[in-house]
Nanobody
Framework: QVQLVESGGGLVQPGGSLRLSCAASGTIFRLNPMGWFRQAPGKERELVANIAYGGETDYADSMKGRFTISRDNGKNTVYLQMNRLKPEDTAVYYC?????????WGQGTQVTVSS
């Protein structure tokens, strides 16, 4: 069993930055990949970015150049640095990790971009 706990969400003005963290605990050998998804009100959950155990990354097109995903395998933690935030980035951001053939999700953290 894997538990994922996100942190770092909040209210930020347009153009601002936030850094999300997701710490994994439990029965962990190698979570691969780890990633971030988001869900805005009335919309489907969508991929933000994934990062493999070896560091390979994959981003949704709309996030490239503004968001950076990274991970610390020693701490079983994945990060999402979000820059130049826009109101349309407002959503609940979820951490996801895959272990063997199972997907695990965090509880989500709210990010609100508003002036």
């Amino acid at each position: 069993q894997v538990q994922l706990v996100e942190s770092g969400g909040g209210l930020v003005q347009p153009g601002g930055s936030l850094r999300l963290s997701c710490a994994a605990s439990g029965t962990i050998f190698r979570l691969n990949p780890m990633g971030w998804f988001r869900q805005a009100p009335g919309k489907e959950r969508e991929l933000v970015a994934n990062i493999a155990y070896g560091g390979e990354t994959d981003y949704a097109d709309s996030m490239k150049g503004r968001f950076t995903i990274s991970r610390d395998n020693g701490k079983n933690t994945v990060y999402l640095q979000m820059n130049r935030l826009k109101p349309e980035d407002t959503a609940v951001y979820y951490c996801k990790a895959k272990l063997n053939d199972n997907d695990y999700w965090g509880q989500g953290t709210q990010v609100t971009v508003s002036s």
